[in-house]
């Protein structure tokens, strides 16, 4: 099926654990992006890539690194999580280039990580 | 700046007419959108409009835009139960790179 494909879909940290949300995307997307939603917060970005080779910090980025390993993947890495840190987070894909719906995301199902 | 805003909730019977409301304030916005997220799942592009348009309909939806005023609503006929989840109102701005702006979003329940 056609999409976005995040793992794990859970996940549960020690403070100072350090772990990679990884995504991947076979809609031949050329922009990717991590968000992660919280309760009465709406989606905020982490991060984003434009395209293959390139990231860019978004709203909140502090505490995240990314990698852009090729134009389907797209991780996520957190060094050090921390309880704030606990979160849902959604992968998404888009292709500017494409007509008007591609204009819209393409969302994972999300990967819920808890962190004690 | 940039802001979406819209109402948390909203309760309405099966078979009732529901609107979902949002504000937004970045005038340079190209296209607006409804995202559908249920339990337990990513968001699901609903429907979107470009901002010279008034108004789209589609199938049992429809979205009004009022550019002036900066509003953006979704109306939901014949609201079913299976339309219980949260719409998020996002907006398009393109500032360099194109990205999407959410509204924190709007639970909507339907009650048999």
């Known amino acids: 099926n056609a999409g976005v494909t995040q793992t794990p879909k859970f996940q549960v940290l020690k403070t100072g654990q350090s772990m990679t949300l990884q995504c991947a995307q076979d809609?031949?997307?050329?922009?990717m992006y991590w968000y992660r939603q919280d309760p009465g917060m709406g989606l905020r970005l982490i991060y984003y890539?434009?395209?293959?080779?390139?990231?860019d910090k978004g709203e909140v980025p502090n505490g995240y690194n990314v990698s852009r390993l090729n134009k389907r993947e797209f991780s996520l890495r957190l060094e050090s999580a921390a309880p704030s840190q606990t979160s849902v987070y959604f992968c998404?894909?888009?292709?500017?280039?494409?007509?008007?719906?591609?204009?819209?995301?393409?969302f994972g199902s999300g990967t819920r990580l808890t962190v004690v | 700046g940039e802001d979406v805003e819209q109402s948390l909730f909203l309760s309405v019977r099966e078979g009732d007419s529901s609107v979902i409301n949002c504000t937004y304030t970045?005038?340079?916005?190209?296209?607006l959108y409804w995202y559908k997220q249920e339990p337990g799942a990513g968001l699901q592009l609903l429907t979107y409009?470009?901002?010279?348009?008034d108004m789209k309909q589609d199938q049992r939806l429809t979205v009004l835009l009022n550019k002036k005023d900066k509003h953006l609503s979704l109306r939901i006929a014949d609201t079913q139960t299976g339309d219980s989840a949260i719409y998020f109102c996002?907006?398009?701005?393109?500032?360099?790179?194109?990205?999407?702006?959410f509204g924190k979003g709007t639970m909507l329940l339907v009650s048999p």
């Open positions: 890539s434009a395209s293959e080779g390139t990231t």
């Open positions: 970045d005038s340079s916005s190209t296209y």
């Open positions: 409009i470009f901002s010279n348009m």
């Open positions: 996002a907006e398009s701005i393109r500032r360099g790179y194109s990205t999407l702006t």
């Open positions: 809609m031949n997307h050329n922009s």
């Open positions: 998404a894909s888009r292709d500017p280039s494409g007509g008007i719906p591609n204009y819209g995301y393409t």
